[in-house]
């Protein structure tokens, strides 16, 4: 099977920083398209980042020249480094993967969440 494990949540003041890891494992042959999202309680899901396989971006207005996505292909790894946080960036971060499955071909996994709080 294939999991998506994050990691580099907490607790952080405003204009701090944090970086968030997403990894995917098990039986696959690669990655697509990665993408992070982030929600609070009653809320939508919203898209903050994508990073395709040649390493294109694309942010959220909201989000746009504060963090910057990035991927490590050779570990099936996407990351989001968070500068210059606010504390309206806090939120259960999610990332979204397009894994090759060796079983079932292609398809989409998320991660399981990890909690980042900017405190003013």
């Known amino acids: 099977q294939v999991q998506l494990v994050e990691s580099g949540g907490g607790l952080v003041q405003a204009g701090g920083s944090l970086r968030l890891s997403c990894a995917a494992s098990?039986?696959?042959?690669?990655?697509?398209?990665m993408k992070w999202y982030r929600q609070n309680p009653g809320k939508e899901r919203d898209l903050v980042a994508r990073?395709?396989?040649?390493?294109?971006?694309n942010y959220a207005d909201s989000v746009k020249g504060r963090f910057t996505i990035s991927r490590d292909n050779a570990k099936n790894t996407v990351y989001l480094q968070m500068n210059s946080l606010k504390p309206e960036d806090t939120a259960i971060y999610f990332c979204?993967?397009?894994?090759?499955?060796?079983?079932?071909?292609?398809?989409?996994?998320w991660g399981q969440g990890t909690q980042v709080t900017v405190s003013s």
């Open positions: 979204n993967v397009w894994v090759n499955n060796k079983q079932t071909g292609w398809s989409d996994y």
């Open positions: 098990g039986s696959l042959f690669s990655t697509g398209d």
């Open positions: 990073i395709s396989k040649s390493g294109s971006t």
